[in-house]
């Protein structure tokens, strides 16, 4: 398996365009993850899935931001309007599990906007 | 929502043990306790997971005593390709947030 892809790698943006990110998890695994990181913030859990479905959004900063996983294999983060504070990196992780248990991260998305 | 607390930073040497200690005063009964890894520019990557007593893999020990309130990940001989930070979580199956804490920036010095 090739592991958890994330697309795009890097994105540059100006503050209020819309930013969508792609993930694609491990075949197999029924938990999917967003985070941000910061250097101010660290590691933030925004939203995961179980089985597709939406568990626990409480994460996600406001309703600027929405995650969708309309299959087991895509999930996209958007921000629309982006705006400067959102520029961190965003990475997506799934597992067989949710407890913690062997999350396998992808290589994060660094996000900038201008 | 069990937090987490750990040490900011530690230095070591090659070849010495590394042990360090997270604490979690509120644990749950159904919490596990997992350690995750991260170098710089990629994600943290999963070294062990534990519930109670002790656990072992090739890379690490977790230590976790009864009360559960604190756990240790010990690393045998550090390298200097250790250098990393290292974050303590706690979390389960239940639908609760997992978070991750600040994390231990480790520097292993020759």
């Known amino acids: 398996d090739a592991g958890v892809i994330q697309s795009p790698r890097h994105e540059v943006t100006e503050m209020g365009q819309e930013v969508t990110l792609r993930c694609k998890p491990i075949s197999g695994h029924d938990y999917l993850f967003w985070y941000r990181q910061t250097m101010m913030r660290g590691l933030e859990l925004l939203i995961y899935f179980n089985n597709n479905v939406p568990i626990d959004d409480s994460g996600m900063p406001e309703d600027r931001f929405s995650a969708k996983m309309p299959n087991a294999s895509f999930s996209t983060l958007k921000i629309q309007p982006s705006e400067p504070r959102d520029s961190a990196v965003y990475f997506c992780?799934?597992?067989?599990?949710?407890?913690?248990?062997?999350?396998?991260f992808g290589p994060g998305t660094r996000l900038t906007v201008l | 929502l069990a937090k987490t607390t750990q040490p900011i930073s530690m230095d070591s040497y090659e070849g010495q043990e590394v042990n360090i200690t997270c604490s979690h005063n509120n644990i749950a009964t159904n919490d596990y306790i997992t350690w995750y890894q991260q170098f710089p520019s990629q994600g943290p990557r999963f070294i062990i997971q534990?519930?109670?007593t002790k656990v072992t893999n090739e890379v690490a020990s977790l230590f976790i005593p009864a009360d559960r309130k604190s756990s240790t990940l010990s690393l045998p001989r550090v390298s200097l390709s250790d250098t990393a930070v290292y974050y303590c979580?706690?979390?389960?199956?239940?639908?609760?947030?997992?978070?991750f804490g600040g994390g231990t920036r480790l520097m292993v010095k020759p």
């Open positions: 534990g519930y109670k």
């Open positions: 979580l706690v979390a389960n199956n239940a639908g609760n947030m997992l978070t």
């Open positions: 992780a799934s597992s067989i599990r949710g407890d913690g248990y062997e999350q396998f």
